[in-house]
């Protein structure tokens, strides 16, 4: 849903149309909401804990209808509880797997034709980060009984697919990990990232719905000079900042939420931003300063 959910209206006339720019440039890599489209190329399978091994599995498949037209399958229904998501590309483009949940008797129709400020029976809860084509990506949470559908990009054009979790929820704890991200309003904290494959507990600890776009910073350039870009003071541009044609995303998650991903990080220095708006709307978050720093060693 991050298509929708990281819009980038900005603070000012400038970074509005920097915003603009920049939320199609995310969207062609979620095609980043910048999101997911923040959250990942992320891919390999995530790790899990044999204490809290996954009770269940959503196997997502995605293939394209033609350029720019996805077409996603899954099982039509599976047990509430702790699940492994596994998202596999057959496609051609980088695609991700974003659940979507519908409260009420409202349909599918009415869900994709939705605009902020966003109703209160739809919300984004979790799935898959993008995933190279050929490759498998997966993640593990916490799906609540009830009726949801898989899309990539909210708004994304071709298929989705629909999915009922049924049955009891589950109060089943996520496997533990090395690595942690959390997010609030409107800000990030993290520990734990390393160089190689991290298994991380990504979580939402605000009131908004959020992503993590995790982006290398460009060579000679700095998470202060994109600051300072976002504050109308800088002269240099996102994309000159973070290379965001190899930046990881997670899904966007509500309040409260959290999964376990897997992240492939090489040495450096990397931004962690969120590209998701309020759900009333407004500009996307990293405007109103959700950036940080990470250094990867």
């Not at 697919?161 to 997010?183: F, M, N, Q």
Request: proline share 6%; hydrophobic share 35%; charged share 25%.
């Amino acid at each position: 849903m991050t298509g929708s959910l990281g819009g980038a209206s900005g603070q000012t006339d400038r970074f509005s149309r920097v915003g603009r720019r920049q939320r199609t440039r995310a969207e062609s890599i979620t095609a980043v909401t910048l999101a997911a489209g923040l959250v990942a190329a992320l891919s390999g399978g995530c790790g899990e804990d044999e204490r809290a091994r996954p009770a269940g599995a959503l196997r997502i498949t995605v293939a394209d209808l033609s350029p720019g037209r996805a077409h996603y399958r899954a099982p039509r229904s599976i047990p509430a509880g702790l699940v492994r998501i596994t998202l596999e590309n057959k496609g051609k483009e980088r695609r991700k797997a974003q659940l979507v949940r519908i409260l009420g008797n409202h349909s599918i129709t009415e869900a994709r034709r939705a605009r902020r400020p966003f109703p209160k029976w739809l919300y984004t809860e979790g799935g898959v980060g993008f995933t190279d084509p050929g490759g498998t990506s997966s993640a593990i949470q916490r799906l609540d009984p009830g009726r949801y559908y898989i899309t990539g990009t909210y708004g994304e054009r071709g298929t989705v697919a629909p999915l009922r979790v049924v049955g009891e929820r589950s109060d089943a704890k996520l496997p533990e990990t090395a690595g942690v991200i959390r997010t609030n309003e409107y800000s990030f904290t993290n520990s734990g990232l390393k160089a190689g494959a991290n298994t991380v507990e990504f979580s939402n600890d605000g009131f908004e719905p959020h992503h993590a776009v995790v982006a290398p910073v460009q060579a000679g350039s700095s998470v202060r000079a994109l600051r300072e870009f976002l504050r109308g003071k800088g002269k240099i541009p996102v994309g000159k900042v973070v290379d965001l044609d190899k930046a990881q995303e997670t899904s966007v998650i509500e309040r409260g939420q959290r999964q376990v991903v897997r992240l492939r990080l090489k040495p450096g220095k990397y931004a962690l931003l969120c590209f998701v708006p309020d759900r009333k709307g407004g500009p996307p978050h990293v405007a109103k300063g959700m950036v940080d720093a990470v250094t990867v060693r």
